[in-house]
């Protein structure tokens, strides 16, 4: 198992920076999400790991060792691309050696690698198949099956689950998180989708116009996020932030921290952890959403807008005026004009 570690990174097109000093360290046999919405820069960042693209500045290593200049091949490492690259006229078997036969491998060596690749992805009996034969969970493993046989110690997947339908995400992040675990392979998970995120990742780097908000665990990116950006893109709803200005306009008794002054603040709640009470902050119901499970009330509190989240079925409608309980121990403190976290002493 190797490391892979980036050291002030960045690249620029003309004036502009697609990465920006990007600085994080993906330990040996951890899988590493970079997270963030289209145009964020995560998929240049994987290219640069690559060797795709070329660095404008800093420093790439791969167990240790250099590798800033160093071409894709002298890199160590798999990759398993969005579209997974398959070629149609090839078989699932073809598919899953070609880049052996480019090296060269021995024949024997390239059977064993491949039947123990078709036996860990269920792929046996579909080797003789063509990629327009397959669903897209199984072109999928085949993709995963070319990043096995490489046997490299580094695993690079850009977005490999976004043209799949909701219940086989599901299903393959589970397989490629027992996948990786299973071979020990240090990997980096390029995606959009927070649950990807979330429920794959040893950590987490979280990216915003080319450089990192926040690189944390899951739980640390949740339940302490950096900035207003991190609180609203990781949970679903997202978090409500509101300025403290407009939640004491409503009625309600909140506590500042110590120190600092109210009117630069804005306070970020869950909408799971926010209730609906007989007294407190004054709102206006938009919309109600019954889920069935549970259900969303989307609100505005002194025009802004707020969501909370209550187990069950809730009588509500449009236009209702509803009081909103809010426990002091469960805010979060941001600066307006930054919109970073504000931590208290």
């Keep these: 198992m190797v490391s892979v570690e980036l050291k002030a990174v960045s690249k620029n097109w003309g004036g502009t920076a697609a990465v920006d000093q990007v600085t994080f360290t993906v330990g040996e046999g951890k899988l590493v999400a970079l997270l ?36 894709p091949s002298g890199r160590g490492i798999a990759m398993v691309f969005q579209n997974y690259a398959l070629f149609p006229h090839l078989s699932v078997a073809e598919n899953i050696l070609f880049g052996l036969k480019v090296r ?61 339908d909701a219940q086989l995400r599901v299903e393959m992040r589970r ?93 970020g709640i869950r909408p799971e952890v926010s209730e609906l009470a007989d007294n407190g902050i004054a709102a206006e119901v938009v919309a109600v959403e019954y889920l069935g499970a549970d259900t969303l009330i989307e609100a505005r509190i002194d025009g802004h807008p707020f969501i909370v989240r209550r187990p069950g079925k809730v009588r509500a409608l449009a236009g209702d005026k509803v009081y909103i309980k809010l426990s002091q121990s469960l805010l979060h403190w941001f600066d307006q004009s930054t919109e970073r976290r504000v931590v208290p002493g």
């Design 36 to 71: 963030g919405p289209s145009g964020c820069g995560k998929s240049t960042t994987l290219r640069l790991i690559a060797g795709l693209e070329d660095a404008s500045s800093g420093v790439i290593a791969i167990g240790g060792k250099d590798v800033t200049q160093a071409p």
């Design 104 to 164: 060269k491998l021995g024949r024997a060596e390239r059977d064993e690698r491949l039947a123990r690749a078709a036996e860990i992805l269920g792929l046996g009996a579909l080797l003789d198949r063509k990629p327009s034969q397959l669903s897209g969970g199984q072109q999928q493993r085949v993709a995963l099956g070319r990043a096995i046989v490489a046997r490299a110690p580094v695993c690079l997947m850009d977005e490999p689950l976004s043209n799949l």
């Design 175 to 267: 397989e490629i998180r027992e996948l990786q675990q299973r071979l020990g392979m240090t990997m980096v998970y390029v995606t959009h989708d927070q649950v990807e995120a979330m429920t794959m990742a040893d950590q987490v780097v979280l990216m915003r116009n080319g450089r990192i908000e926040q690189d944390a665990p899951p739980d640390e990116l949740y339940e302490n996020p950096a900035s207003i950006f991190v609180a609203r893109f990781v949970g679903t709803p997202p978090m409500n932030v509101v300025p403290l200005t407009a939640l004491l306009a409503g009625g309600g008794d909140i506590a500042p921290p110590p120190g600092l002054d109210p009117a630069r603040l804005s306070v």
